[in-house]
């Protein structure tokens, strides 16, 4: 069964405090894999594509990595308004994506 | 970057009526628009491919007689929530694909049906 999960369902950090998110996926033919962000009452925040294992992007303070079983979110130094729910989707035909349920992130000045 | 706007942002009903939401593509052209649901604190479900020119496309357990979708233009699909229930509130949100392998999501329709 084709599946995303992500982990941990939460995380608190203090302000400057790096950390990863994970997202782990059982999709068969992977044509890519997203990372959202979504602020509460928002829709979600397009961050990343990433297509194949290996591939790196970054974007600020955020450096998304992928490998054949799942990807990594990693934030640097974080700040307060990086607070918020990440979503991992994988899309798997079509453009239509199966998503995870999120981490939700806080960052404590 | 693409934007996708919906609208209304916010609507209250009563149980019985009938509430459409739009959902524009403002930059770029849809093909194909997705219509999802979020509950608190829950990942968003794919409930239905909205296609321009042809019939939309449910997800299994969704009733495409209550939600009735119509990707009227290359720009434009409508989620029309029929006889609405309070379970039906929801917060609803339309992505579209951007061409580049990438979704644009509009920024959701909060949904409370009294």
């Known amino acids: 069964e084709d599946q995303v999960t992500q982990s941990p369902e939460a995380l608190r950090l203090q302000e400057g405090e790096s950390s990863s998110l994970n997202c782990s996926y059982t999709?068969?033919?992977?044509?890519?894999l997203f990372w959202y962000r979504q602020d509460p009452g928002k829709g979600p925040e397009f961050l990343f594509t990433?297509?194949?294992?290996?591939e790196e992007k970054e974007k600020e303070r955020l450096k998304a990595t992928l490998t054949k079983k799942e990807s990594f979110l990693h934030i640097t130094a974080p700040k307060p308004e990086d607070s918020a729910t990440y979503l991992c989707?994988?899309?798997?035909?079509?453009?239509?994506?199966?998503w995870g349920a999120g981490t939700k992130l806080i960052i404590k000045p | 970057g693409a934007v996708v706007s919906q609208h209304p942002s916010w609507v209250i009903c009563k149980s019985g009526t009938s509430v459409k939401i739009e959902c524009r593509s403002l930059?770029?052209?849809?093909?194909?628009m997705f219509w999802y649901r979020q509950f608190p604190k829950q990942s968003l479900m794919l409930m239905a491919t909205?296609?321009?020119?042809?019939?939309?496309?449910?997800e299994q357990g969704v009733e495409k007689d209550k939600f009735l979708i119509n990707h009227a233009s290359l720009t434009l699909s409508t989620l029309t929530v029929t006889s609405a229930h309070p379970e039906d509130s929801s917060f609803y949100i339309c992505?579209?694909?951007?061409?580049?392998?990438?979704?644009?999501f509009g920024p959701g329709t909060r949904l409370t049906v009294t």
């Open positions: 992505s579209a694909p951007s061409g580049a392998g990438e979704q644009y």
């Open positions: 930059d770029f052209q849809a093909t194909t």
């Open positions: 909205s296609n321009e020119g042809s019939k939309a496309t449910y």
């Open positions: 999709v068969s033919g992977l044509r890519g």
């Open positions: 990433l297509y194949s294992a290996g």
């Open positions: 989707a994988v899309e798997f035909s079509n453009y239509q994506l199966i």
